[in-house]
């Protein structure tokens, strides 16, 4: 039996252990925000999905300089690859600093603007921001690499420790604020730095000749567009939220918005392992097309699974999840989860083409992401006809997105003679 099992695991691919790591650290993540719901309840939690929302943020932001070097991790070799990693570090940790005094300096406004009860948590989050940009640097050579093993553990890190230090320091001094989440979230990062390899880093004077320079440019205002369009399709209906509404309503579409974005969170290991897969088969002259197929088709039919669930049994996810508090948003579950999951599948589509260095898709998403946000700014009289404004904006982008994929692959594809 013994042989049997070595065997087994013998024969699980690097990419379906990250898979599998991914999951565990999706489920980390969504035990540490469910068990910080039952805590605090509606109210308090609103507060702390403030600073959750500020940590999506940051992934996103931070995920550019991921990207780019995932991508250029597998185009370039040797000395030149050194000094492009060894550049990238440099500019990430400037843009850290950067927005880390930013969020410091502005704290004060930001607990105005989104009726916190502290602004010390947005000061300790932003001393940690300069730290998430070096690691997700440091995760995107892992990636582009495919050094699949050293990626999952930099994740796990990060949320092992968020989860044990957040909840034990709850515990143990029994002190439910959100600086004790924030201190959670910065010594987290700390932790997911790890494994971190400082041969990459220097601080000399880096040359990359000016055809790859223009290159890596142009792929990283690309894809900084495209993640600033994914901060405001996936973050700013919360933001809205806790704008517009009292802290207990602000509380219970937090708990909603967390539901619903199973899917989203779950989409996002294909998109770790789809855009190297389609760099490099790009790179050898192979077709992309299937590897697209089958990652939407893994999407959509989680998506599809997870609305139906939600739909049949609201009541019940939501009570086994947060609690009878916030059963008030059981009628609207299955709608946001259906927003989320057409969302989550245009997204896979942009990314595909993202990685091939193509524009127009990413400026559709862009243009949807503004669309979502101006729906929700005009029509938010109740909680329902904000989630219905996010249907509406999500079912045109994918409908778009299928269109220009049809569109493209028709013309691109080769000619029977």
Not at 72 to 94: C, Q, T
Not at 144 to 168: D, H
Not at 197 to 210: E, L, P, V
Request: net charge positive; hydrophobic share 55%.
């Amino acid at each position: 039996m013994q042989t049997i099992s070595i065997s087994k695991l013998k024969k699980i691919s690097p990419e379906q252990l990250f898979m599998l790591s991914v999951l565990a650290v999706n489920g980390g993540n969504y035990l540490y925000n469910l068990i910080l719901g039952r805590l605090l309840g509606p109210s308090e939690f609103a507060d702390a999905a403030v600073l959750i929302t500020f940590l999506l943020v940051l992934s996103f932001a931070a995920m550019t300089f991921q990207l780019v070097t995932a991508k250029f991790s597998v185009i370039f070799e040797n000395n030149v690859l050194r000094n492009f990693i060894s550049k990238v570090y440099k500019n990430a940790l400037i843009v850290g600093i950067a927005l880390g005094v930013l969020i410091i300096v502005l704290a004060k406004q930001l607990q105005l603007l989104f009726n916190t009860s502290s602004s010390n948590m947005f000061i300790i989050f932003g001393i940690g921001v300069p730290l998430y940009f070096m690691m997700s640097v440091n995760r995107g050579v892992f990636q582009g690499k495919k050094q699949f093993k050293a990626l999952s553990i930099t994740y796990q890190g990060e949320m092992l420790s968020r989860l044990v230090i957040t909840l034990g320091l709850i515990f143990m001094f029994n002190i439910q604020s959100s600086v004790v989440i924030a201190i959670g979230i910065l010594i987290s990062f700390v932790f997911g730095l790890v494994p971190f390899k400082t041969k990459h880093i220097s601080f000399k004077k880096t040359f990359i000749d000016s055809s790859k320079s223009k290159q890596v440019r142009n792929f990283f205002i690309l894809t900084a567009f495209y993640e600033l369009t994914q901060i405001i399709i996936n973050n700013s209906d919360i933001l809205l939220v806790k704008h517009y509404f009292d802290s207990y309503n602000a509380g219970l579409y937090a708990s909603l918005a967390l539901i619903g974005r199973i899917v989203y969170f779950v989409a996002w290991m294909f998109v770790m392992l789809l855009l190297p897969t389609v760099v490099q088969l790009n790179k050898e002259g192979k077709e992309t097309a299937p590897v697209l197929f089958k990652y939407v088709g893994y999407i959509a039919g989680i998506a599809s699974a997870i609305v139906i669930v939600c739909a049949i049994f609201p009541e019940t996810a939501i009570t086994l999840l947060f609690g009878d508090s916030y059963l008030a948003m059981a009628p609207l579950l299955w709608k946001y989860a259906l927003a989320t999951g057409m969302f989550a599948v245009s997204n896979i589509f942009a990314y595909y083409y993202l990685s091939l260095g193509k524009y127009l898709p990413v400026i559709i998403s862009g243009v949807f992401g503004m669309l979502q946000m101006l729906l929700v700014i005009f029509f938010h009289d109740n909680l329902e006809q904000v989630v219905f404004m996010q249907i509406i904006a999500m079912a045109l982008l994918l409908i778009i997105q299928i269109g220009c994929f049809i569109f493209d692959y028709n013309i691109s594809k080769p000619k029977k003679a």
